[in-house]
């Protein structure tokens, strides 16, 4: 036995194992998924008028949709999101997440921005506001969409008062306002201001859109220099969120070429600020190309993640320890080693899930499923090693010889084996969404680390320690050899009987 390849082996997989440690001890974790450190669960939903794309078309904006928001969400600073189709709804895991409130109004938020001429402009106290063809105390979504090209009414912000059964929704302003002369497509950037009287979004345009620009708001000014009315009206999600006038300074044909400032309301100076930053987030990130509605939203206690995560935790230290015991108790020293080489796999695989958090990788409760289920089936490899050791002893070898024909018997079943459970788990991670995935990759990596170890680790040390001396027959508890004249006779009878 050439001990030099098998001593190079052992050391390689004890380096990479002292690696893993100490990455672990340094602090590294892995990054817990929604079920396991709480946080927001969404399902959104697609709102459908009457002239429904074709489903090709539709695949296209929905993949779209799901980008839009994942840029939104990475600009909140939100760990690992996770963001993917399930059917027709758009299914949002955001792992850690508390602020609610802030990211159902940043995530669901359409925000497509237009920029229209007013006409007129209707206060609640005008002569003619009620007869005007909007309602702006119904809710947005009831009202009917301005198309791009058509002449109509438009609202203001509403004013809303009182809590529960008891609120009353006052409507704002109503605008009549030309077809679009710019949309928020050709935004190139936005960004918060801080002014003295508050904050504004600041946004800036592309070199078509600067001209758009330039052209509205130099015909507006030419409106103002021949007294009429010269507004501008800034409509994001069908409300027309402020109507600035024209500065004296904004000369008649040539308008402005700095882009547009839009107001953040009413509220205290904390509450602009967030709701500049909030609308420079959606502009600067796009337009969602579909109107979502959120059919559930949900806050998941860390609590119940923490005691999932104790729950997992515990199942998979009792399955260790009755497992450790038992094959201390049936293999003694080969026991022992079992046990070794399902450290070394724990090291490895939580590296190794440490690692992986940096390119995404979340693990959820079904992740710890699956890492139990691979202490099940490192453990399998070693007892498989074991028992062809001892099959190979009882056919009269010597412990030597024993060691190498029985590894070379066991490495071919359990690569049979771990082939099929990988090409099981590869399947169900191609076609499965949310954490049945994770147990999937899971699953798949602990067979990759079950055939690394037992050929890097279990192999050596048992084949050094036979070797060495340190194995006997007594302390494998093998059967005694099996005289070569009863084999054959044994042989000769199974061939018979068949």
Same mark, same amino acid.
């Given at each position: 036995?050439?001990?030099?390849?098998?001593?190079?082996?052992?050391?390689?997989?004890?380096?990479?194992?002292?690696?893993?440690?100490?990455?672990?001890?340094?602090?590294?974790?892995?990054?817990?998924?929604?079920?396991?450190?709480?946080?927001?669960?969404?399902?959104?939903?697609?709102?459908?008028?009457?002239?429904?794309?074709?489903?090709?078309?539709?695949?296209?904006?929905?993949?779209?949709?799901?980008?839009?928001?994942?840029?939104?969400?990475?600009?909140?600073?939100?760990?690992?999101?996770?963001?993917?189709?399930?059917?027709?709804?758009?299914?949002?895991?955001?792992?850690? !997440?508390? /602020? @609610? &409130?802030?990211?159902? %109004?940043?995530?669901?938020? =359409?925000? $497509? #921005?237009?920029?229209?001429?007013?006409?007129?402009?209707?206060?609640?106290?005008?002569?003619?506001?009620?007869?005007?063809?909007?309602?702006?105390?119904?809710?947005?979504?009831?009202?009917?969409?301005?198309?791009?090209?058509?002449?109509?009414?438009?609202?203001?912000?509403?004013?809303?008062?009182?809590?529960?059964?008891?609120?009353?929704?006052?409507?704002?302003?109503?605008?009549?306002?030309?077809?679009?002369?710019?949309?928020?497509?050709?935004?190139?950037?936005?960004?918060?201001?801080?002014?003295?009287?508050?904050?504004?979004?600041?946004? !800036?345009? /592309? @070199? &078509?859109?600067?001209? %758009?620009?330039?052209?509205? =708001?130099? $015909? #507006?000014?030419?409106?103002?220099?021949?007294?009429?009315?010269?507004?501008?009206?800034?409509?994001?999600?069908?409300?027309?969120?402020?109507?600035?006038?024209?500065?004296?300074?904004?000369?008649?044909?040539?308008?402005?070429?700095?882009?547009?400032?839009?107001?953040?309301?009413?509220?205290?100076?904390?509450?602009?600020?967030?709701?500049?930053?909030?609308?420079?987030?959606?502009?600067?990130?796009?337009?969602?190309?579909?109107?979502?509605?959120?059919?559930?939203?949900?806050?998941?206690?860390?609590?119940?993640?923490?005691?999932?995560?104790? !729950?997992?935790?515990?199942?998979?230290?009792?399955?260790?320890?009755?497992?450790?015991?038992? #094959?201390?108790?049936?293999?003694?020293?080969?026991?022992?080693?079992?046990?070794?080489?399902?450290?070394?796999?724990?090291?490895?695989?939580?590296?190794?899930?440490?690692?992986?958090?940096?390119?995404?990788?979340?693990?959820?409760?079904?992740?710890?499923?699956?890492?139990?289920?691979?202490?099940?089936?490192?453990?399998?490899?070693?007892?498989?090693?074991?028992?062809?050791?001892?099959?190979?002893?009882?056919?009269?070898?010597?412990?030597?010889?024993?060691?190498?024909?029985?590894?070379?018997?066991?490495?071919?079943?359990?690569?049979?084996?771990?082939?099929?459970?990988?090409?099981?788990?590869?399947?169900?991670?191609?076609?499965?969404?949310?954490?049945?995935?994770?147990?999937?990759?899971?699953?798949?990596?602990?067979?990759?680390?079950?055939?690394?170890?037992?050929?890097?680790?279990?192999?050596?040390?048992?084949?050094?320690?036979?070797?060495?001396?340190?194995?006997?027959?007594?302390?494998?508890?093998?059967?005694?050899?099996?005289?070569?004249?009863?084999?054959?006779?044994?042989?000769?009878?199974?061939?018979?009987?068949?």
């Amino acid at each position: 036995m050439n001990r030099r390849p098998l001593v190079v082996r052992l050391v390689a997989v004890l380096v990479v194992t002292l690696a893993g440690a100490v990455l672990l001890a340094s602090g590294a974790r892995p990054l817990l998924g929604l079920d396991l450190q709480g946080g927001i669960s969404a399902v959104y939903v697609p709102v459908l008028g009457e002239d429904v794309p074709p489903e090709a078309e539709f695949e296209e904006v929905l993949d779209r949709t799901i980008e839009v928001i994942r840029a939104r969400v990475d600009s909140l600073g939100v760990a690992e999101p996770d963001i993917a189709r399930s059917g027709t709804d758009v299914v949002v895991q955001l792992p850690g !997440a508390t /602020d @609610a &409130e802030r990211l159902r %109004a940043v995530i669901g938020r =359409t925000a $497509q #921005l237009e920029f229209r001429p007013v006409f007129d402009v209707l206060d609640p106290s005008s002569p003619g506001y009620a007869e005007a063809e909007v309602d702006c105390a119904v809710p947005i979504a009831e009202r009917t969409p301005l198309a791009d090209e058509d002449v109509g009414f438009l609202c203001g912000p509403t004013t809303v008062l009182g809590e529960g059964e008891e609120v009353l929704t006052i409507g704002g302003a109503k605008y009549l306002v030309g077809a679009v002369a710019l949309t928020g497509e050709r935004i190139e950037d936005a960004f918060p201001v801080e002014q003295s009287g508050g904050f504004t979004t600041s946004v !800036a345009f /592309d @070199a &078509e859109g600067d001209a %758009a620009f330039a052209a509205i =708001t130099g $015909q #507006l000014a030419c409106l103002r220099d021949a007294g009429q009315t010269a507004l501008l009206a800034i409509v994001l999600d069908g409300v027309v969120e402020s109507a600035p006038s024209m500065n004296p300074d904004v000369v008649c044909g040539i308008g402005l070429t700095d882009g547009a400032v839009i107001t953040s309301g009413a509220g205290d100076r904390e509450a602009q600020q967030q709701a500049a930053s909030d609308l420079a987030l959606v502009l600067r990130t796009g337009a969602l190309p579909i109107t979502l509605e959120a059919s559930t939203f949900e806050q998941v206690s860390a609590t119940l993640g923490a005691d999932s995560l104790r !729950a997992g935790l515990t199942a998979g230290l009792i399955g260790l320890v009755l497992v450790g015991v038992w #094959l201390f108790l049936a293999y003694r020293w080969l026991g022992v080693v079992t046990l070794a080489s399902l450290l070394v796999f724990g090291v490895l695989v939580v590296a190794a899930i440490t690692v992986l958090a940096g390119v995404g990788f979340a693990l959820t409760l079904a992740g710890v499923a699956g890492v139990i289920v691979a202490i099940g089936i490192t453990a399998d490899s070693s007892i498989l090693y074991v028992e062809r050791i001892r099959d190979e002893l009882a056919a009269g070898r010597s412990l030597r010889s024993a060691a190498v024909k029985g590894y070379e018997s066991a490495f071919r079943t359990n690569l049979a084996g771990n082939t099929v459970t990988f090409a099981a788990a590869a399947v169900l991670y191609a076609l499965a969404v949310g954490p049945v995935r994770g147990f999937a990759l899971m699953l798949g990596m602990a067979t990759l680390l079950d055939l690394l170890i037992l050929a890097t680790f279990t192999r050596p040390v048992v084949q050094l320690m036979a070797a060495s001396g340190l194995l006997t027959r007594e302390r494998l508890r093998a059967p005694a050899p099996v005289p070569a004249a009863a084999r054959e006779r044994a042989a000769t009878t199974d061939g018979g009987d068949a």
